[in-house]
Nanobody
């Protein structure tokens, strides 16, 4: 079994910062790409950022220059540093990881989500 557990969401004023964390645990052999998605009320889930196992990153245009994704492979953890937050960043943020289990089964796993609310 593999689990992803997120933390770090909350309420912040516009212009503020938050740092999200997502730790993977369980029967993990290796972790490939890790990423963050978000879903605002009444909208579809969208990709915010992802990072490959070698450290290459990609960002949604709406967060470029404000958000930074990083990972600590020793801790099986991915982070999302969010600066200059805007009210339109308000959403539930979910982490995602493509994980190879110790039985060599490959699957995409999702965290339970963490609420980020940015007030104007």
């Amino acid at each position: 079994q593999v689990q992803l557990v997120e933390s770090g969401g909350g309420l912040v004023q516009a212009g503020g910062s938050l740092r999200l964390s997502c730790a993977a645990s369980g029967s993990i052999f290796s972790i490939n790409a890790m990423g963050w998605y978000r879903q605002a009320p009444g909208k579809q889930r969208e990709l915010v950022a992802f990072i490959t196992s070698s450290g290459s990153t990609n960002y949604a245009d709406s967060v470029k220059g404000r958000f930074t994704i990083s990972r600590d492979n020793a801790k099986n953890t991915v982070y999302l540093q969010m600066n200059s937050l805007k009210p339109e960043d308000t959403a539930v943020y979910h982490c995602n990881a493509r994980i190879t289990s110790t039985n060599y089964y490959v699957a995409d796993y999702w965290g339970q989500g963490t609420q980020v609310t940015v007030s104007s």
